[in-house]
């Protein structure tokens, strides 16, 4: 097979063909990732466990006892476990995608591959400690004795939103911290403020009626805002989807499209600048 690099090609071309041709590749970075993530560590998955558990755990003693957010007739613990659960897969791949192409600098100078395959491998490996956290849900439902809802059979789309608002924010931090390596140190940042910005440890219905309209509207602009009360819509069967919902859903697919193309035009001079 024969590759053909067009380096005075005019326009922005996606070129997601490509990765079906590197399909290979895409898998070996995303073994290796894994295989980095968990080696020499006594506890191995155990660490999927256990960081959504003490998060859980802060969120319940801060919001769940002394600010006692009303969650209605939903325990406080798995109202607060299928936020984190969307957030924890979000944060895992906005951060990991963000720094990777630095990372990988020393692979991009030396071979052509499609540079896309760097951050969406970072998706593969996100979604395995994303069923850890849903498995730790489960029995959370379980020992609180919830059901689930009959809105389940909407889930997977907030997951396929999930992803790819994640990828999104991933793929545009990625490919601003080639031009601006300042972005290495929003991204810890970023996380920490979105963890806060989005209705993780406290209901939605908080800000819309605490706020004023610009600020709600400014607020769903966020698109895990839209994403988080989607899961607990469709697993829970709390809450509802409004007008500053789709706001957020449009955002996820805005976000998505435009980091794809912004990506695509960085990368004809990435093995340059990196």
Not at 124 to 138: A, N, R, S, T, Y
Not at 199 to 225: D, F, G, R
């Amino acid at each position: 097979m024969r590759t053909v690099v067009e380096s005075d090609k005019k326009g922005i071309n996606l070129g997601l063909n490509e990765l079906i041709v590197y399909k290979d590749l895409f898998l070996i970075l995303a073994y290796r990732d894994f295989k980095v993530r968990y080696a020499q560590t006594y506890l191995g998955f155990f660490w999927a466990f256990i960081q959504p558990a003490m998060t859980l755990l802060i969120f319940t003693l801060v919001f769940g006892k002394a600010a006692k957010v009303d969650t209605g007739e939903i325990p406080y613990p798995v109202f607060a476990v299928v936020g984190m659960s969307a957030w924890a897969y979000f944060s895992y791949v906005m951060s990991q995608s963000g720094t990777s192409i630095i990372g990988a600098q020393n692979m991009i100078k030396k071979i052509y591959f499609p540079r896309l395959v760097i951050p969406m491998s970072k998706v593969l490996v996100g979604l395995i400690d994303f069923v850890i956290v849903l498995v730790f849900l489960v029995v959370m439902m379980m020992i609180y004795e919830v059901p689930f809802s009959g809105k389940i059979v909407f889930l997977p789309a907030f997951l396929v939103m999930n992803v790819i608002s994640a990828l999104g924010v991933g793929l545009w931090l990625s490919a601003l911290t080639v031009r601006y390596r300042d972005f290495q140190h929003i991204i810890p940042f970023a996380v920490q403020f979105g963890l806060y910005a989005t209705p993780i440890a406290y209901p939605s219905s908080l800000v819309i009626k605490s706020l004023p309209e610009w600020l709600v509207t400014l607020y769903y602009l966020n698109p895990m805002a839209g994403v988080v009360e989607g899961y607990r819509w469709s697993i829970l069967g709390i809450g509802e989807l409004n007008i500053y919902s789709f706001i957020s859903f449009f955002m996820v697919f805005l976000f998505f499209v435009s980091s794809l193309i912004y990506f695509r035009k960085v990368e004809q001079v990435m093995a340059d600048i990196v």
